[in-house]
Protein backbone atom coordinates (compact mmCIF):
# COMPACT_ATOMS: atom_id res chain seq x y z
CA UNK A 1 0.00 0.00 0.00
CA UNK A 2 1.58 3.38 -0.72
CA UNK A 3 2.40 5.44 1.50
CA UNK A 4 1.11 9.27 0.22
CA UNK A 5 -0.91 10.62 1.72
CA UNK A 6 -1.29 8.61 4.80
CA UNK A 7 -0.69 9.46 8.15
CA UNK A 8 0.98 8.16 10.73
CA UNK A 9 -0.57 8.01 14.28
CA UNK A 10 0.32 4.99 15.88
CA UNK A 11 2.02 1.79 15.39
CA UNK A 12 -0.48 -0.21 15.13
CA UNK A 13 -1.69 0.79 12.08
CA UNK A 14 1.29 -0.18 10.32
CA UNK A 15 1.62 -3.77 8.58
CA UNK A 16 4.69 -5.74 8.74
CA UNK A 17 4.60 -5.42 5.22
CA UNK A 18 4.78 -1.59 5.67
CA UNK A 19 7.46 -1.69 8.43
CA UNK A 20 9.70 -3.27 6.11
CA UNK A 21 9.06 -0.43 3.40
CA UNK A 22 9.92 1.99 6.14
CA UNK A 23 13.23 0.52 6.78
CA UNK A 24 14.32 0.01 3.32
CA UNK A 25 13.47 3.35 2.63
CA UNK A 26 15.41 4.28 5.59
CA UNK A 27 18.47 3.10 4.65
CA UNK A 28 18.29 5.01 1.23
CA UNK A 29 18.02 8.18 3.24
CA UNK A 30 20.78 7.17 5.67
CA UNK A 31 22.84 7.04 1.85
CA UNK A 32 21.61 10.38 0.95
CA UNK A 33 22.36 12.19 4.12
CA UNK A 34 25.88 10.98 4.54
CA UNK A 35 27.20 10.92 0.89
CA UNK A 36 25.39 13.98 -0.43
CA UNK A 37 23.81 16.02 2.85
CA UNK A 38 21.23 17.63 1.05
CA UNK A 39 18.75 16.75 -1.51
CA UNK A 40 16.04 18.24 -3.26
CA UNK A 41 13.67 15.83 -3.29
CA UNK A 42 11.08 17.87 -1.42
CA UNK A 43 12.17 21.16 -2.92
CA UNK A 44 8.61 22.34 -3.58
CA UNK A 45 6.84 21.32 -0.18
CA UNK A 46 6.84 22.80 3.35
CA UNK A 47 6.20 20.96 6.77
CA UNK A 48 4.67 22.38 10.13
CA UNK A 49 6.66 21.40 13.02
CA UNK A 50 4.08 21.91 15.67
CA UNK A 51 5.27 21.29 19.43
CA UNK A 52 3.16 21.91 21.82
CA UNK A 53 5.18 19.29 24.81
CA UNK A 54 8.89 20.14 25.39
CA UNK A 55 11.46 18.47 22.89
CA UNK A 56 14.83 18.08 21.82
CA UNK A 57 15.13 15.07 19.82
CA UNK A 58 11.90 14.42 17.48
CA UNK A 59 11.46 17.74 17.13
CA UNK A 60 15.07 18.83 16.31
CA UNK A 61 15.09 15.90 13.64
CA UNK A 62 12.08 16.38 12.36
CA UNK A 63 13.45 20.18 11.21
CA UNK A 64 17.02 18.26 10.30
CA UNK A 65 15.05 15.96 8.01
CA UNK A 66 12.73 18.61 6.78
CA UNK A 67 15.81 21.13 5.93
CA UNK A 68 17.92 17.77 4.27
CA UNK A 69 15.08 16.90 2.00
CA UNK A 70 14.87 20.96 0.63
CA UNK A 71 11.92 21.41 2.08
CA UNK A 72 10.94 24.30 4.40
CA UNK A 73 9.71 23.81 7.96
CA UNK A 74 7.60 26.48 9.82
CA UNK A 75 7.70 25.77 13.71
CA UNK A 76 5.37 25.94 17.40
CA UNK A 77 8.31 25.00 19.40
CA UNK A 78 6.58 26.42 22.65
CA UNK A 79 2.90 26.11 23.69
CA UNK A 80 2.74 29.11 25.15
CA UNK A 81 3.48 30.87 21.64
CA UNK A 82 1.03 28.94 20.29
CA UNK A 83 -2.85 30.41 20.02
CA UNK A 84 -3.67 26.89 22.03
CA UNK A 85 -2.68 28.86 25.14
CA UNK A 86 -5.98 31.18 24.17
CA UNK A 87 -8.49 28.04 24.32
CA UNK A 88 -8.10 27.08 20.23
CA UNK A 89 -9.24 23.71 20.02
CA UNK A 90 -6.69 21.15 18.17
CA UNK A 91 -8.87 20.68 15.45
CA UNK A 92 -9.23 24.44 14.75
CA UNK A 93 -5.06 24.50 14.97
CA UNK A 94 -5.17 21.57 12.43
CA UNK A 95 -7.53 23.12 10.36
CA UNK A 96 -5.69 26.39 10.31
CA UNK A 97 -2.27 25.16 9.58
CA UNK A 98 -3.18 22.80 6.44
CA UNK A 99 -3.79 26.01 4.84
CA UNK A 100 -0.51 26.54 5.19
CA UNK A 101 1.92 23.29 4.61
CA UNK A 102 1.74 19.79 2.89
CA UNK A 103 2.47 17.80 6.31
CA UNK A 104 2.06 18.46 9.75
CA UNK A 105 4.44 16.55 12.68
CA UNK A 106 2.72 17.68 15.88
CA UNK A 107 3.09 16.66 19.49
CA UNK A 108 0.81 17.94 22.23
CA UNK A 109 -0.22 16.12 25.62
CA UNK A 110 -3.92 14.33 25.03
CA UNK A 111 -3.92 11.15 24.20
CA UNK A 112 -5.33 10.62 21.18
CA UNK A 113 -4.86 14.25 19.77
CA UNK A 114 -3.17 13.47 16.91
CA UNK A 115 -5.59 11.58 15.61
CA UNK A 116 -8.35 14.49 16.18
CA UNK A 117 -5.91 16.81 14.12
CA UNK A 118 -5.82 14.07 11.50
CA UNK A 119 -9.26 13.64 11.36
CA UNK A 120 -9.74 17.51 10.85
CA UNK A 121 -7.45 17.83 8.04
CA UNK A 122 -6.26 16.43 4.65
CA UNK A 123 -3.05 16.53 4.81
CA UNK A 124 -0.88 13.93 6.34
CA UNK A 125 -0.48 14.30 10.03
CA UNK A 126 2.59 12.25 11.88
CA UNK A 127 2.03 12.09 15.36
CA UNK A 128 5.38 13.08 17.46
CA UNK A 129 3.87 11.76 20.31
CA UNK A 130 0.14 12.49 21.93
CA UNK A 131 0.52 12.13 25.85
CA UNK A 132 0.49 9.34 27.43
CA UNK A 133 -0.68 7.35 24.08
CA UNK A 134 2.13 6.68 21.40
CA UNK A 135 5.09 7.67 19.80
CA UNK A 136 5.24 5.92 16.78
CA UNK A 137 8.81 7.64 14.89
CA UNK A 138 10.14 6.76 18.13
CA UNK A 139 9.25 3.10 17.39
CA UNK A 140 10.30 2.88 14.40
CA UNK A 141 13.46 4.30 14.70
CA UNK A 142 14.19 2.31 17.59
CA UNK A 143 13.62 -0.43 15.30
CA UNK A 144 16.05 0.88 12.71
CA UNK A 145 18.45 1.18 15.53
CA UNK A 146 17.77 -2.79 16.37
CA UNK A 147 18.31 -3.93 13.08
CA UNK A 148 21.48 -1.58 12.69
CA UNK A 149 22.53 -2.86 15.85
CA UNK A 150 21.30 -6.64 15.50
CA UNK A 151 21.95 -7.47 12.42
CA UNK A 152 17.70 -8.72 12.24
CA UNK A 153 14.23 -7.44 14.01
CA UNK A 154 13.40 -11.40 14.44
CA UNK A 155 12.97 -13.38 17.63
CA UNK A 156 14.64 -11.08 19.96
CA UNK A 157 14.44 -10.57 23.63
CA UNK A 158 13.67 -7.20 24.67
CA UNK A 159 13.11 -5.89 28.36
CA UNK A 160 11.69 -2.65 28.76
CA UNK A 161 12.30 -0.97 31.77
CA UNK A 162 10.82 2.01 33.75
CA UNK A 163 7.79 3.60 33.23
CA UNK A 164 5.77 1.55 31.11
CA UNK A 165 2.54 3.06 32.14
CA UNK A 166 3.01 6.63 30.73
CA UNK A 167 6.07 5.83 28.77
CA UNK A 168 4.53 6.26 24.88
CA UNK A 169 7.44 4.76 23.82
CA UNK A 170 6.99 1.46 25.23
CA UNK A 171 3.63 1.01 23.87
CA UNK A 172 4.25 1.76 20.34
CA UNK A 173 7.62 -0.49 21.02
CA UNK A 174 5.35 -3.31 21.48
CA UNK A 175 3.02 -2.98 18.84
CA UNK A 176 5.70 -1.99 16.33
CA UNK A 177 8.18 -5.10 16.62
CA UNK A 178 4.77 -7.55 16.96
CA UNK A 179 4.87 -8.94 13.45
CA UNK A 180 8.74 -9.86 14.37
CA UNK A 181 8.41 -12.80 16.79
CA UNK A 182 9.70 -10.46 19.69
CA UNK A 183 9.65 -12.06 23.61
CA UNK A 184 8.84 -8.92 25.85
CA UNK A 185 10.00 -8.59 30.05
CA UNK A 186 7.56 -5.73 31.34
CA UNK A 187 10.00 -4.33 34.19
CA UNK A 188 8.64 -1.52 36.41
CA UNK A 189 7.47 -0.67 39.73
CA UNK A 190 3.61 -2.25 40.36
CA UNK A 191 2.03 1.71 39.81
CA UNK A 192 4.37 2.19 36.60
CA UNK A 193 3.50 -1.23 34.97
CA UNK A 194 2.61 -1.64 31.29
CA UNK A 195 -1.17 -0.57 30.82
CA UNK A 196 -3.72 -3.68 30.18
CA UNK A 197 -4.63 -2.41 27.43
CA UNK A 198 -0.88 -2.88 25.38
CA UNK A 199 -0.84 -6.36 27.11
CA UNK A 200 -4.35 -7.50 25.50
CA UNK A 201 -2.96 -6.17 22.10
CA UNK A 202 0.06 -8.79 22.96
CA UNK A 203 -2.46 -11.64 23.80
CA UNK A 204 -4.27 -10.67 20.96
CA UNK A 205 -0.97 -11.20 19.02
CA UNK A 206 0.52 -14.34 20.63
CA UNK A 207 3.27 -12.24 22.13
CA UNK A 208 5.21 -13.69 24.72
CA UNK A 209 6.21 -11.59 27.53
CA UNK A 210 6.83 -11.59 31.21
CA UNK A 211 6.20 -8.93 34.03
CA UNK A 212 8.38 -8.33 37.05
CA UNK A 213 10.38 -5.57 39.28
CA UNK A 214 13.30 -6.42 39.02
CA UNK A 215 15.84 -5.47 36.61
CA UNK A 216 18.29 -8.49 37.18
CA UNK A 217 15.15 -10.03 35.11
CA UNK A 218 15.78 -7.50 32.45
CA UNK A 219 19.44 -8.45 32.24
CA UNK A 220 19.24 -11.67 30.02
CA UNK A 221 17.45 -10.19 27.45
CA UNK A 222 18.82 -9.05 23.51
CA UNK A 223 17.61 -5.32 23.84
CA UNK A 224 17.68 -3.67 27.06
CA UNK A 225 15.44 -0.64 26.80
CA UNK A 226 15.62 1.82 29.46
CA UNK A 227 13.55 4.28 30.44
CA UNK A 228 12.96 7.47 32.17
CA UNK A 229 10.40 7.95 35.32
CA UNK A 230 8.01 10.59 33.71
CA UNK A 231 7.99 13.56 36.37
CA UNK A 232 5.51 15.49 34.23
CA UNK A 233 2.79 12.38 33.66
CA UNK A 234 2.57 12.57 37.71
CA UNK A 235 -0.49 14.27 39.32
CA UNK A 236 1.14 14.20 42.64
CA UNK A 237 4.84 15.22 43.24
CA UNK A 238 5.25 12.63 45.93
CA UNK A 239 4.49 9.72 44.04
CA UNK A 240 7.11 10.61 41.59
CA UNK A 241 9.49 11.17 44.39
CA UNK A 242 9.06 7.66 45.86
CA UNK A 243 9.27 5.98 42.26
CA UNK A 244 12.13 8.42 40.58
CA UNK A 245 15.32 6.14 41.68
CA UNK A 246 13.37 2.65 41.18
CA UNK A 247 16.31 1.62 38.39
CA UNK A 248 20.01 3.11 37.73
CA UNK A 249 21.18 0.71 35.28
CA UNK A 250 25.05 0.73 35.89
CA UNK A 251 28.34 -0.82 34.25
CA UNK A 252 28.36 -3.80 36.84
CA UNK A 253 24.52 -4.58 36.27
CA UNK A 254 25.47 -4.67 32.38
CA UNK A 255 28.05 -6.81 32.98
CA UNK A 256 26.04 -9.19 34.46
CA UNK A 257 24.14 -9.49 32.15
CA UNK A 258 23.26 -11.72 28.34
CA UNK A 259 26.66 -11.12 26.27
CA UNK A 260 25.99 -8.28 24.00
CA UNK A 261 23.29 -7.20 25.36
CA UNK A 262 22.44 -3.90 23.67
CA UNK A 263 21.08 -1.13 25.62
CA UNK A 264 18.91 1.38 24.43
CA UNK A 265 17.00 3.98 26.03
CA UNK A 266 14.77 7.04 23.72
CA UNK A 267 16.73 10.09 25.73
CA UNK A 268 16.24 12.08 27.39
CA UNK A 269 17.94 10.41 30.49
CA UNK A 270 18.24 11.85 33.82
CA UNK A 271 19.84 9.15 36.15
CA UNK A 272 18.67 5.85 35.05
CA UNK A 273 21.62 4.68 32.80
CA UNK A 274 24.97 5.73 34.96
CA UNK A 275 27.36 7.51 32.88
CA UNK A 276 29.99 4.83 33.27
CA UNK A 277 27.45 2.80 30.90
CA UNK A 278 28.19 5.22 28.02
CA UNK A 279 31.61 4.19 26.87
CA UNK A 280 30.61 0.45 26.34
CA UNK A 281 30.39 -0.47 22.46
CA UNK A 282 26.63 -2.09 23.28
CA UNK A 283 25.54 1.37 24.87
CA UNK A 284 23.20 2.14 21.50
CA UNK A 285 21.38 5.35 23.10
CA UNK A 286 23.08 7.90 21.21
CA UNK A 287 23.61 6.04 17.99
CA UNK A 288 19.78 5.70 18.44
CA UNK A 289 19.04 9.48 19.10
CA UNK A 290 21.31 10.31 15.53
CA UNK A 291 19.08 7.44 13.51
CA UNK A 292 16.08 9.43 14.06
CA UNK A 293 16.91 12.15 11.21
CA UNK A 294 17.69 9.08 8.60
CA UNK A 295 13.79 7.71 10.11
CA UNK A 296 11.99 10.92 9.89
CA UNK A 297 13.43 12.06 6.11
CA UNK A 298 12.03 8.46 4.84
CA UNK A 299 8.45 9.03 6.52
CA UNK A 300 8.03 12.43 5.38
CA UNK A 301 9.24 11.76 2.11
CA UNK A 302 6.91 8.72 2.00
CA UNK A 303 3.93 10.38 3.42
CA UNK A 304 4.39 13.25 0.64
CA UNK A 305 4.36 10.92 -2.04
CA UNK A 306 7.93 10.93 -3.15
CA UNK A 307 9.64 7.41 -2.16
N1 LIG B 1 12.84 10.55 22.49
C1 LIG B 1 12.18 11.73 22.46
O1 LIG B 1 11.00 11.83 22.09
O2 LIG B 1 12.95 12.80 22.84
P1 LIG B 1 12.44 14.31 22.88
O3 LIG B 1 11.36 14.39 23.93
O4 LIG B 1 13.66 15.11 23.21
O5 LIG B 1 11.87 14.63 21.53
Redesign the pocket.
Known amino acids: MSFKGRDILTTEDLSKDDILEIMKVTEGMEKIFKEKHISDLLSDKMVAVVFLE??????LSFETAVHRLGARPITIADARSSSAQKGESLADTARTIEGYVDCIVIRQPVKGGAKIAADAVNVPVING?DGAGQ?PT?ALLDLYTIKKEKGRLDSLKVAMVGDLKFGR?VHSLSYALAPFNPEYIYCAPEELQIPEGILSGMKQRSIKYQLSSDINDALDADILYMTRIQKERFNNIEDYEKLKGSYVLTRGLVNKGRKGITIMH???RVNEIAADVDDLPNAAYFRQAHNGVYLRMALLAMVLGRA
Not at 54 to 59: D, K, L, N
Open positions: PSTRTRGHQTPLP
